[in-house]
């Protein structure tokens, strides 16, 4: 690490401490050249990911539309908001896990209704018949035949 004030590039770590929120690592450093004290913060570098719409268009990924759509297919359901965003979370890592630049929807969503399938059934097949744009009830019972096959 480059002395902000010498620019000596060796220098040792006196103490560290994670930030109050834990995004990042506070170093406090002594530079061994002019002895004088400086502070740095590592954090994790987020490769930002692409999402492929289905109709070809790209934005970034945003974990906020995954909690939004979590919250409608929990909603009037016994999911407390710290399981939600406990699921919010682990889809979000499922998602960076894969180590794509660009994922699509389809994968995401397959990834959502594994995830809330785990937690909760009445709340997978809400976010599946929105997901999947079930069209009458055939699919939705097809869905739902599926569903207790896994069980069995």
């Known amino acids: 690490m480059k002395c902000r004030y010498c620019g000596s590039t060796d ?4 103490d560290s401490r994670p930030t109050e929120d834990n995004s990042a690592i506070r170093r406090r450093r ?11 913060y590592e954090k994790i570098e987020e490769i930002p990911i692409m999402v492929v719409k ?3 268009r790209r934005e970034p990924f945003d974990s906020a539309k ?5 919250r409608k297919a929990c909603e009037k359901r016994p999911i407390s908001a710290a399981t939600q965003d406990k699921l919010v979370e682990d889809i979000t ?8 630049s660009e994922v699509s929807t389809a994968s995401i969503g397959e990834i959502v209704m594994n ?3 785990k937690v ?3 709340a997978y097949v809400r976010f599946a018949s929105v997901y999947r744009e079930f069209k009458d009830t ?3 019972m097809a869905e739902l035949q599926r569903l207790l096959d896994e069980k069995n």
């Not at 002594?30 to 740095?40: A, D, K, S, W, Y």
């Not at 890592?93 to 180590?99: A, F, G, S």
């Open 11 to 14: 220098s040792k770590v006196i």
């Open 30 to 40: 002594e530079c061994l050249e002019c002895g004088r004290r400086f502070t740095t």
């Open 54 to 56: 289905r109709d070809g």
């Open 66 to 70: 995954i909690r939004s759509g979590i």
């Open 93 to 100: 890592r499922d998602v960076y896990n894969t180590l794509a």
């Open 115 to 117: 995830n809330l399938k």
């Open 120 to 122: 909760d059934e009445v």
């Open 138 to 140: 055939q699919t939705f």
